[in-house]
């Protein structure tokens, strides 16, 4: 990647379409531009091209490429797994954890959501799960990997409490189904996507996230799932996502994907070194502490909690400084409030307003991180003075 983006610490809101993702669209912007539900030769070797980019997407996580259904981007992917599941099942409940993106937390009407907690290091509480699951649960939503804190949930054992709570139902004869869906968004880059591991019926992925082009993304619908569409008309992705399909978009997502996944293990090897440095450092700053597990998190994100300070003057001071950074998540970042992801970890308003998020990606270098660590430590007494 020839972009000198060292000193952007945002990879979480933001990735750069990576130039050979870029090279493989182009062809269906201009010259392959043809509609894939034509029936001419042209239209359908496009439409074969869509297939394979299903195919591409589907290997990675081992699943059936007819299970994969593309959409506009993550949020539509979350909402369809929501209210496709309530909208087939009415009068039923979701369960959702309350760090979940808002494109998860805001699809349920009050009366049809229920939410379960985190403990102190952003790992959802499973006593509370199993309780909050009830007959009228027909599904539940538990993010992979948080994009504020990026603690990473234990997806398998969540799914066999959630087996478990099946079987039982099933056993009493009762036929409303339990499904369990996880937002992937931010796992692409470092975790192992393989459904049958997770044991999860439905997976949000965003391009946006992977060096793909944004506004794109996929849902995977474990066969057998029935959901009602969000979008209706010309019957595109077997009437789950109708819409001219966006060939470019599905063509360098596969190939984002497929670079993401080859280089998981090497990129987080190699992130994992330079968080933990960056942590170090600046766990010497007086009332710096760390936010998320210590232990399961995702190798790029690090989420910093600063005493007595308003974190979004620290973002301006760093982005005067060269250096783009977060406070809370870029969508959230939106709202005035503060993270609601950082309050669910025991903290006050007040005290969530300190925390600020530093993600680092491919075009992070250990110079950058050395740099940045080294204004730190004034900038934060800096700001603190001025709060
Ligand atoms: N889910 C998670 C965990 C995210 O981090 C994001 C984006 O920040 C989304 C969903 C929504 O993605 P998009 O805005 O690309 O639809």
């Known amino acids: 990647m020839a972009l000198d983006l060292a000193k952007y610490f945002d990879n979480a809101a933001a990735t750069p379409v990576d130039e050979r993702v870029l090279a493989e669209m182009l062809p269906f912007l201009n010259e392959n531009f043809y509609n894939p539900s034509s029936i001419y030769l042209a239209s359908r070797a496009v439409k074969q091209t869509l297939q394979t980019a299903r195919e ?24 369809l797994a929501i209210e496709g599941v309530i909208g087939q099942n009415p009068n039923t409940t979701v369960v959702l954890s309350v760090i979940e993106h808002e494109s998860v937390l805001e699809v349920p009407s009050k009366e049809q959501a229920r939410f379960v907690g985190v403990d102190e290091r952003g790992m959802v ?58 937002d992937a968004s931010q796992a692409a880059n470092y975790l192992d996507l393989h459904i049958n591991k997770l044991n999860v019926d439905m997976m949000t992925l965003n391009s946006a996230k992977t060096y793909g082009p944004k506004q794109v993304g996929a849902l995977y619908v474990r066969s057998g799932t029935v959901l009602k569409p969000l979008i209706v008309g010309g019957g595109q992705e077997k009437g789950l996502r109708s819409g001219t399909e966006n060939v470019a978009g ?67 001071m760093l982005d005067e400084q060269g250096f783009q950074v977060a406070t809370g998540s870029a969508c959230s970042a939106l709202s005035d409030e503060s993270s609601h992801v950082v309050k669910a970890l025991g903290f006050s308003d007040e005290e969530a307003k300190g925390s600020i998020r530093i993600s680092l990606g491919r075009m992070t270098t250990e110079r950058a991180v050395d740099e940045l660590v080294a204004i730190l430590p004034d900038l934060v007494k800096e700001a603190r003075l001025l709060t």
């Open 56 to 79: 591409d997407v589907a290997h990675w996580l081992g699943a059936r490429p007819s299970e994969i259904f593309f959409t506009a981007g993550a949020t539509e992917a979350n909402n």
């Open 125 to 182: 509480r499973l006593s509370q799960l199993e309780n909050a699951i009830d007959d009228t649960t027909c599904l539940v939503s538990i993010m992979y990997a948080n994009n504020e804190i990026g603690t990473v949930q234990p997806l398998k054992e969540i799914a066999d409490l959630i087996s478990k709570l099946r079987d039982d139902r099933r056993s009493r004869g009762i036929d409303v189904p339990l499904y369990f869906h996880t």
């Open 250 to 316: 599905a063509v360098g997502f596969a190939k984002a994907l497929s670079i993401a996944q080859k280089m998981r293990h090497d990129e987080a090897h190699r992130l994992e070194k330079l968080s933990q440095k960056m942590v170090e450092e600046l766990l010497k700053i007086d009332d710096a502490q760390l936010l998320g597990h210590k232990k399961h998190r995702l190798a790029n994100i690090v989420s910093i909690l600063f005493s007595k300070l308003d974190g979004e003057r620290l973002v301006m």
